[in-house]
């Protein structure tokens, strides 16, 4: 790592000095993966002189790395007859993905540019909508039928092997294409050479090539597949999810979660090779929706505004117990989300949840509550004691409840439930808080 | 997935009512998968009843794919000769990962009763720390050396395919154990059986045992590897990390993140069949850090307690102003969080990332800051609008810059940068935000 920081920083030196032959030759220090990440790292300009020093054999490697994005970026900075060369070395589904960062009308040259074959392929992924695992699926896969036997299975494996996207899990179609079974490689080696693939097949999980990607991802993964079989309405085999590209499918999901829960928009690039600009317009959106849901915080404090006047010492506790409500607010809606999105729940099970969460509101504000009641006792008295550890209950209770709810109403109405989750919860959380504590303060304080 | 919230319904029905014939024919209508769905669904008793209710044969199938929480469950309530036989038949990584659910004096028991060969093989994956990819390889590894030929290699393959964990990559070591290559069934398949293991051998990577799982995990996605040689500190092969360990591993540590981000620890089990006490227990403690640390924006306020008696509506907008910030900062934690995991960052690039973040941090805060003033000039007054607007616009560009550098920090003193996300990061922002605004409103009103 640190010997990579060193060649990385005199790279930059080099090309910054115009020392081409120096860079070439510190390029050629690196393996392709760390040049990807040199790229990757660097701001689109840079970046493009980098992949320009490599040589032919080793740009096409770190150019099936790249992401797909920084692939967009090289193309407009590459001569027409490079990229038409690596265009067609890529895989027909990682093409696919280069032809949704690029302009209509360069896409359009390049498919022109590709062979009638490879250009049909890549037609067909293209025509399923995006976000399908039709669009991610590989139409370069081995197949058998029911009466081959292993032997010649394993014939046509070897024949196959080096352009298939994978050849350890073997689709089995019958004489109109139909996906009947699955067998794994290992099984063709273990078995006797003559035993039939009807004999050795499983029943065979598989996803709609219009099915939504992370679905069909999901179900590769649970069991353990290395490729899924995709097939269309009448089950007949169109092409493969490979496990690769199913996590790869996973992790950027995740990715877009984890994102949407701290409030923006997932990147759609590295961070270093992102512009200012792009980072702040994905983060813009969010912070205005946020900022806009907050006046409501605003209105409501202007409705106790005399209570505030009379008692200005209750401001003070404006922001614990708004942060506490956010803070609870956001930890049931993480659990229930992330449970959501595994399986472990279902949204049919929201009177389960509600009614749990419900319970473990009331169980850490019922803590927290007489911690806040004998702390505010202590340093104030005890009527404003009474106010805030009443509070901090309701608001706990209050919080885990609606957080637990939220996921679940919007995996309903076909939101992301990722979308509801902490900021938006945490706003919801602030002005419903208010309203509590302001209510329970006039009734107890009698102002 | 209708059908089988149905069978699920029907069979929770049937188990309440004691008809355990219903149940286990209700039980026979689903696939090894939806069962383990429905036991991880279930708590603790209703679940053993049910998993005592499956055949032998499916018994296995189903306990092998369950969380190794619930297996810990299942273990308690079963008769021991039947928990002999299960774990015995485990993977050795599985095992070892049940016995970390286990008290001591049963796992101790369960260990006698393997055979010397898997006792010493499971003994010495527990012998690595936990964390550790040791602690996650399979010792069960097809492996090869440089002068065999690709014939006897795939003969080797063969021999050993029902037992390994994986045939698909295959490590190659020299005659002292040392890893010197990796090859890949596809490519010996694809070669002249004559050709020798040494000719189509690639440079391996690889992961010391005592590496970090998530680390190693990493390498071997990154890879787009189907498993990572795992070896000792002379590069002595000691096991693999298969590719969907792999996985689980990073999932697992995402999930892990996710938790934390919204300021809870993650659950170790399904969510519907964690008690409510232990989901209390895996967010208590955040929360009580949280609202600690919160007592800081008490005391800031108390600070100004005269400012605010003298200008009551500068309560008003407390919740929006700290709200703001928080959610600027976890914007920015959030973003650096997830590119410090995916190599994007390093914590070499920290003044990169801040100056970056001060600008974009600048940015938002200048279209939030006259939106502000704008808005609170027409409704209030103009004073009251430049505080406002100066306010969001210092605040966001604080809370952009911290929110980037907390992650990067954390990870310099090797603390989990998770851990000052979202929550730690809204928390100070608060009370930093609180001093950035009345600091502001006091020099501009001039009280």
Redesign the interface.
Known sequence: ?DEL?RVENELNQAISAGDLLQASRLLDELNP?EVT?VI??SPRAKAAVTYRLLSKSRALEVFEMLDPAVQGDLVHALRDDEVTGLFSELDPDDRAQLVDELPASVAQRLMLGLSAKDRAITTAILGYRSGSVGRRMSPEYVHAHPWYTAART?DD??AK??DAET??TIPVTNDVKRLVGIVS???V??SDPDATIGELMSEPEYALATDSAEEAARTC????Y?ALPIVDSETRLLGILT??DA?QI??DA??E???R????EP?RR???STS??S??R???V???V??VS??L??QV??IF?AT??QK??L??????L???G???G??A???????LA?????T??VW?VLL?EV??GT??GL??GS??FVLAALVYDVPTGAVIGLTLLCVCAMAATVGGAMPLLAKTIHVDPAVF???FI??FC??TG?LIYFTIAKAILQI
Chains 1, 2 share one sequence.
């Open positions: 790592m920081i993966r990440e990757e790292r394993l494996v070897r092997a080096a050849i350890y490689l290992r099984e080696l273990a993964a649970d069991h353990e290395l496990v690769d996590h996973l992790r995740e990715a979660d984890v994102a829960a701290g409030g923006s990147l590295p961070y270093l200012i600009f980072i702040a994905s983060r813009v969010w912070l205005l946020l900022a907050a006046l915080t605003v404090l202007e505004e505030l006047e200005v010492v401001a003070l506790f404006i922001p614990l708004t942060g506490t956010g803070n609870t956001s930890q809606a993480t659990t229930i989300t992330r449970a595994v399986g472990d729940v279902r049919s099970d389960l749990r319970r473990v169980m850490l803590l927290l911690l806040g989750s902490t900021p945490t706003t602030d002005a208010l």
